[in-house]
Each structure stands twice: as structure tokens, then as C-alpha cells.
DNA sequence: TTTTAAATCGAACGATCGATATGTAAATTT
DNA sequence: AAATTTACATATCGATCGTTCGATTTAAAA
């Protein structure tokens, strides 16, 4: 039973590879229907056109990442342990949305106003949730940052940066990149007890 | 004088604005051509296809930025100040190049041979510059981290991605952008005496 | 000035694109 | 079982794509 909703799942599942490895406009309908070995006009049955597909892709690709990230700041840790915990979870999840998340930063440009709206939404969310972290940790005490705005977008950055340099078949497991992420974000280059920086020279 | 040399130069510089606004595949020659006010036929002449016009923009991108960037390393500086100027030059500069940089991230898919190696030298170069200042901070006695490699790849996170967020017409002065980023590179978060870190909790 | 080369154009080519019209088989509902 | 909706296919349309083919004008060299 259900048969036709498996399909119309796998038809974005097929999407989210096509268009993470080829682009949106690198991508033809064609080509989802001999990847799917479907007909076209059956895509068109299910999302109308090459955009309402899109869509749907935007949309199963912000749900999941945004709904597990944000059971984190809901967690009742210490704020300090919470912020960790976010940053490693949000590395593994980026790994595991790879190519959902690349989808969204790949054709930002050629979108349609809905798609930019999803899109929009999106990255306000995550953002949202690490700010409430960062905000966390300042009412603790922790936070020495001026602007927890700008550190939570360098945040993302280092996360986001990393999904496009990291090689799983490196030397390097995930979980060392993700120590060493989260070393990096809290202390900085210069450690926590840099020397010569609080002296009098 | 020289004025066919001019339109071949002007040809790379609207290349640049079109494949940084609608990427490479959702720019046709045609619309070059037509922004160009010029025959398509002449593109051709210039660049023999497409992807040719492609690499003479990567090439024309690669060049500015790395070459500036380069001259800081050789700067005669306490090494921690080379260091933060590195970081300033290079936000500025992103801003400047800010087209070109977007050219190297959009399409990096759908590139040939030629074009991925100029795209991987480009990389390279700007992670080998920012790898030596932070093996002469280590020299130096400041660098606390134990992988500058990953460092490094956070640095330029953080700076590529304040290349998608920060606007020009916001409230921040990118001085001000800078200087707060200078500060969570070299502190992280928890800046240069966090309370309770150092503690024996 | 003649010759050669570079710059430019208009017109067209085959391929592919997104999209549609029209049909049929299968599933669901009544 | 009949009616209706859903799931698919074939064939095709007009538009646009990258590219090429001469032809022409302009600039440089001889």
C-alpha cells in the first residue's frame, strides 16, 4: 500500500543527488526521469513544474536538519555543556544532510520568491537557535564576545566551511575534526591561557 | 589603441557580474552577448566556447586576490600582528573580489579538468598563506591549537561566510565586522580570561 | 598600396530544455 | 460492479541552448 507516495519520496530523494551534484540549472527533468526510469510528464503529474520540485526538495531539506538541531537548546544541561553539545550535533548533522544543505547554498541565486522565503526561513532558524545558545552562555557568564550576533554567523561558518573541506576517507574521523572545531570556537588560536597576551608587555 | 583588447577585457568583467548573479549554467552566451550590446559569434572568436570564457574568468578572479594576499607573509612584523593583518587584508579584500569569490563557490560542480585545477590551485594558495602565519604564531609561542590545518580552514570559514552575510547598507561598518572577527579568531567565545574554565571544577 | 590578420556580424544548425496534450492502466471510492 | 480519482506513458510543442559557417568590416604589416 502506498505505493505512489514511495515514489513521489523517492522522486525527491533522486532530486536532492541530481541537484546537489549537478546544480539546479544542471539539472533537467530528463534527467530525474531516467535516474527515477520514469516518465517526464509523471514528474509533472506529481509537482507541477521544475520549480514545485525544488520545493518540495527545500522543504524536505530544512525539516530535518532544523527539527533535530532544535531539541537541543531545550536540553536541561549547563549552558556551557549545551553549547557543545549544539556545535557537535550540528556538525554531525550537517555531515548526514550533506547534500540537502548543499542544495541550499548552491542555488540560492536563481530561486523563486517561495523558494527564497523556505530558504530565508531556514537559515534564520539555525540561526536562531544558536544565538539563544550564545545568549545562554552570556546570562551564565561565559560569553565575552561583544556581538553574540556576529559570533553565532562565524559559527556557521566554520560548520558550514567544514562540510565542503572534510573527506570522510581522510585521516581524520569526524569526531577529532569536531573536538578540535569546538576547541576552536571556545578559546580561539590563542588558547585559554595564551602567554603574553594578559601580561604587561 | 589597443581597443580590441579592451573588449576582451570588459567581456571577462560582465562574465563576472552574470556568472556570480545567475552561476554558470543559468548564464547563456546570449545574454553576455546582449549585456555586451555585441554579436555572439565574437565571444567565440575570443574565447572559443563557453567554458573558455569560463576559465579566463577564474583565472582573471584567482589572481587579484591571491597576489594581494600574498604580500602580507613577507611583511616584516611581530607575527601576531602579520597575523591579524592577514585577517583584515583578506575580509577586505573578499568584499572587494566579492563577485569573483562567489564564481569560485557556485560553480565549483560543473567544472571541467582545467577549470577545477585552477579552482584547487586558487584554494590551496589562500590555505598555504594562512598556514604559514599561523606556523610562525606557533614558532612564536602563541598558537595553542593543536591542528593549524584545521585552523586554518576555520579562518577562512569564518571569513567566507561573512562574505554571504554581511551588507554593506546594514548597521555595521565592515571595520566593525572585522574587528570583531580578528577577536573570536584569536579568542573564540570565551575570550582571553573566561571565568571558571581554568578552575579545578 | 597591397596583403594579411583581427574583429565583428547575421543567420542558421542540431540538441536539449521545460512544459503540455492526450491517452491508458491501476487503484480507490461509492 | 460502476464511477472516479490517481499514477503513469507516448508523443510533441515552441523556446532556448551552445556552437558553427560564411561574409564583412576594420586594423596592422608588408
Tied chains: 1, 2.
Excluded at 548543499?102 to 523556505?118: A, Q, V
Excluded at 578540535?180 to 608587555?201: A, C, R, T
Aim: net charge negative; with cysteine.
Amino acid at each position: 500500500m502506498a505505493e505512489h507516495l514511495k515514489n513521489k519520496e523517492k522522486l525527491v530523494t533522486v532530486a536532492i543527488e541530481l541537484f546537489s551534484t549537478r546544480g539546479f540549472k544542471g539539472t533537467s527533468i530528463r534527467d530525474i526521469a531516467n535516474a527515477m526510469d520514469m516518465s517526464i510528464s509523471n514528474i509533472y503529474h506529481y509537482f507541477g513544474n521544475k520549480e514545485g520540485l525544488l520545493l518540495a526538495v527545500l522543504e524536505h531539506a530544512s525539516k530535518g536538519l532544523v527539527e533535530k538541531l532544535g531539541e537541543i537548546p531545550q536540553m536541561d544541561l549547563d549552558p556551557l555543556e549545551r553549547f557543545k553539545l549544539l556545535i557537535r550535533t550540528h556538525i554531525q548533522l550537517s555531515e548526514f544532510y550533506k547534500k540537502e544543505i548543499k542544495i541550499f547554498f548552491l542555488d540560492e541565486e536563481h530561486l523563486s520568491p517561495e523558494g527564497i522565503k523556505i530558504n530565508n526561513q531556514t537559515q534564520t532558524d539555525i540561526l536562531q537557535i544558536h544565538l539563544k545558545a550564545l545568549n545562554d552562555l552570556k546570562k551564565a557568564g561565559y560569553l565575552q564576545c561583544k556581538s553574540a550576533t556576529i559570533a553565532a554567523f562565524n559559527i556557521l561558518g566554520i560548520i558550514n566551511w567544514q562540510l565542503r573541506w572534510y573527506r570522510t576517507d581522510g585521516s581524520l574521523t569526524l569526531e577529532d575534526v569536531s573536538r578540535e572545531i569546538v576547541s576552536f570556537i571556545l578559546h580561539g588560536i590563542l588558547g585559554s591561557n595564551p602567554p603574553g597576551i594578559e601580561s604587561d608587555s
